[in-house]
Structures are given as C-alpha cells and as structure tokens.
C-alpha cells in the first residue's frame, strides 16, 4: 500500500512539475509573439480576387431545382471564425482547397498556427502585414476583433463561423484542453469533467490559466465576456453583435446541410463541398453524457446556449426557405460525390488510430497526455488525376500551413514541448 501510495505522489509530483513547465512555456510564447503595433487605418474597398473565369449556374434562390437556373459568381472574399471544437478543421481544409483553386491570398499567422490566441485579434498578427494590403480569407483561430478583422478585408466580405451544442462542445474541450488548466489538476477521481460539473464554481478560477477553455469557449472566441452572468443585458447585446456580423452560420451537428446552405449563399459549386472528417476522437475517449450532466453542462455554458438556440432558430428558417425536399436531394448528391473520394482516397474506407498512420504528413496534432485524435492512410497506386486531392482532403491543418509556407516555428517548438511531456 505504502509503495502504491508512493507511486501515485511520484506521478503527481511528476505530473505537476510538467504542468510549472508547460505554463511556463506558453506564457513565455503567448509573449513572444504578441507585438503591439499602431498602425494607419488603410480601408480595402475592392477585392483583390482573380475572378473566375466562368460564372458558376444555380437555381434562384427559393426556386425548386426544376425551375428557371440563374448565374452568379462565386463569393471569394471569405472571413472564417474559426471556433475551436467544433469541427471547423473540417471546413478549413474545404477553404485551403477552395482558396487554392481560384488562387486567393490568404491572411496567415506569423510564427504559429493561430492569431496570438487568446490574445483579441490585431492586424499585426498577420504574416508579411502592411496597411492597404488585400487578402480574400483569413480562417485561422483567433479571438474576434470586429474591427481590426473589418480594416483588413474588402467591404463586402462574407463573415462565415460555425457553432457547436455547447454541452457536446464543452465535453470535448475539456477532454482535450483539460490537461493545459491549472485549476483542474486538483480535481480528484478518474472522471474528472463529471465532478467538475458536480460543483463547477468551487473548481473553476476565471482568472486562472487558460480557463477560458472550460466556459463559453464560444462567447470568448467572438471576444465577449465568458464569465457574464445569464441575465446580464451585456448578453443580449454579445449575441446581437455576433448574429449582426456573420451572415452565416454553420452547425457541426448539421454539416451536410450547413455546406449545402453555404453553397447557395456563397454560389460555390458541388464540388467545392467535399470532404473528409478531421480531427475525429477515438469513440473510447468520448465521454458519454448522461441527461443530467448534459443539462449541468448546458447550465455552466448557458451564454453559448443562449446563442447556439438563437442561430439555430434561424437555420432551420434557412432551410425551409432553401426547401426541405430540395435540401435532401442536394444533401445526397454530397454524400454520394464524399463516398466516391472515399473509396479513390482512403485505405479501408474509414479512419485510424494514431499510431496506425504510416505518413507523418498524415498524422494530427494531438492533445497532451494522450494519442486520442485518429487520421487516414492514403490508397496505394491511386491514380495520378485524384492524387494531388487525394492528399490535400486528408491533410491535417499544420501540414497544410506548412505547405503554404507559414513559418511555424512557435507551433513546432509547442509540439516538442508536448512530445517531452508525453513520454
């Protein structure tokens, strides 16, 4: 007993030391990386966009697909919120891919994957900056700044995010980000998120590090205040800025009909939908949410449930009005044309755990502690006309930075970080 005793504080101690270490690191990084510079405001009338060369046919707008098709041009000029946890990797790789094929200049973090998150949001942030220059996207994680975002884009820019259910998203984020806040190194028992929703406030510093992690990670990714009281009126006014500025609203639980419905607004075609899942957990690592801890989950993230049932209002109004039996149908033709590239693209058909991935250019970054976030194996021989797709679809978002030439280096010191730590 005195041995096992002994082990367990060794583990701990261990555990701690690790934890001063990798605080230590962030805080030193997070500052390393957040220069503060004043810069004149040059507004970006126009867009800088190689238009297409021919306009994408679609039907007219709350028209069945047997009637009169008009033209339009695709919608290039794209800010993506990119909030965390909420399948929006899966939707970056549809950008990446999108922006490559009408050759768009993408706005990209300097030295790490996201803009100096949690940080708001500064022009600064962006790569090679200079005021007055054009960019078509920006989508990488950040920490909203509606008007440094505005100073950086063309006026008519589409403003795009993607929401989560909260109680699903805050299941997840704990699972994921648990290990990087301070506070829950004390919580005891194996099912740490279970009893830290016994008694939330007796856990939760909303000074501590990173904390932000652990409570309307959506209401602080739009750059609200995620420690408001529900009948705060500063609420009411957070979800009418948020709902004011995005014109669209994708829902991971909805993705199908999401793309369809962003297809339509942003005039893409069919093809500029398809994709792959990623970032998908192991099912072995997916806390299962019993009724009761999915209803303290939604009372401790009740702003971002305020304003997921908003949006979500509002997206089933978007879908009758596009029209439920023509919604079905173009959701099929998705899944159809997504099996095609699954069975051209991926050995066996399906995902795999970690260390099955033979490609490190295939591998996703990972959580700390653990290798929970499974990825593909490319098809052998695949033919040389879906190749280059092939491998663009299953790319993980680092790697694909990485082939756009971002320079990484705070994120790839992060990794070795991480690396020592999970040893």
């Known amino acids: 007993m005195a041995l096992k005793h002994g082990r367990h504080w060794k583990s701990m101690c261990k555990r701690l030391g690790l934890g001063v270490l990798l605080t230590s690191s962030i805080i030193f990084l997070y500052c390393l990386s957040m220069p503060q510079l004043s810069m004149p405001d040059i507004p970006v009338p126009y867009s800088c966009a190689h238009r297409p060369s021919r306009p994408t046919t679609r039907p007219n707008s709350n028209s069945s697909h047997k009637k009169t098709r008009g033209m339009c041009t695709p919608k290039v000029d794209i800010m993506f919120m990119k909030t965390h946890k909420s399948a929006s990797s899966t939707f970056l790789n549809i950008l990446f891919r999108f922006g490559e ?21 500064q ?41 989560r259910d909260p109680a699903d998203l805050f299941e997840s984020s704990f699972h994921y980000y648990g290990r990087v806040v301070p506070f829950t190194w004390k919580i005891a028992g194996d099912d740490k998120m279970a009893e830290f ?19 309307n990670l959506l209401f602080f990714d739009f750059g609200e205040d995620n420690t408001l009281e529900l009948d705060d009126p500063r609420v009411d006014e957070g979800i009418q800025n948020i709902t004011e500025r995005f014109q669209l609203f994708l829902l991971a639980e909805h993705f ?6 962003l297809k339509d607004a942003l005039c893409w075609e069919m093809d500029d939908l398809i994709f792959f899942k990623l970032n998908a957990r192991k099912g072995s690592t997916v806390s299962k949410l019993t009724p009761e801890l999915r209803a303290r989950a939604l009372e401790w993230n ?42 051209t693209c ?35 021989n695949i033919d040389k006309a879906h190749l280059k797709l092939c491998r663009k679809m299953l790319m993980p978002e680092i790697q694909y930075l990485s082939e756009f030439g971002v320079n990484l280096w705070i994120t790839k010191l992060w990794g070795h970080v991480r690396d020592v730590i999970n040893w």
């Open 101 to 121: 094929k009408h050759q768009l200049k993408f706005a990209f973090p300097d030295s790490r994957n996201d803009f100096s998150y949690p940080a708001f949001f």
């Open 123 to 163: 022009r600064s942030h962006v790569k090679d900056y200079k005021p007055g220059m054009c960019f078509n996207i920006i989508c990488n994680h950040m920490r909203f700044n509606a008007a440094e975002v505005a100073k950086l884009l063309p006026l008519d820019t589409a403003y795009v995010t993607i929401l």
């Open 197 to 215: 929703l016994r008694d939330p406030h007796y856990y939760f510093d909303p000074e501590g590090f990173n904390a932000f992690y652990l409570r």
């Open 256 to 261: 199908e009909e999401s793309l369809i419905l």
């Open 302 to 343: 009740a702003l971002d449930w305020k304003l997921y049932q908003h949006v979500n209002c509002t997206f089933w109004r978007k879908v009758d009005a596009y029209g439920r039996q023509r919604m079905a149908e173009d959701i099929a033709e998705l899944k159809r044309r997504n099996a095609e590239m699954t069975a």
């Open 346 to 380: 991926i050995e066996g058909g399906h995902a795999v755990d970690a260390g099955s991935i033979r490609e490190s250019v295939m591998q996703p970054w990972q959580p700390i502690g653990e290798k929970s976030i499974m990825g593909y194996n490319l098809k052998k």
